[in-house]
């Protein structure tokens, strides 16, 4: 089953982990958004094996705010929160 984490820590300042499980290999992406819906990064796209993940996320290059983080697959999308604080 795939899963996505809550990050840590968050709320943050610069940096912060997001977690993520995938059951089976496949074409994935992870990436941020700003409230606007705009991406803002691109934290991984492309192949991944199962397993389970950890991504670091630097938001040194942008603003305070609350953003939103995507984990996408095949039949599978899930957004979480992160909360960036300067």
Known sequence: MYSLGQ???NPFNPT???TYQIPMAGVISLKVYNQLGQEVATLFEG????GSYDAVFDGSSLASGVYMYQ??????????????LK
């Open 47 to 50: 192949l991944k094996q199962p």
């Open 16 to 18: 912060t982990v997001i």
């Open 71 to 84: 984990l996408s697959a095949p039949n599978y999308t899930e957004s979480k929160k992160l909360v960036l």
């Open 7 to 9: 990050n840590y820590p």
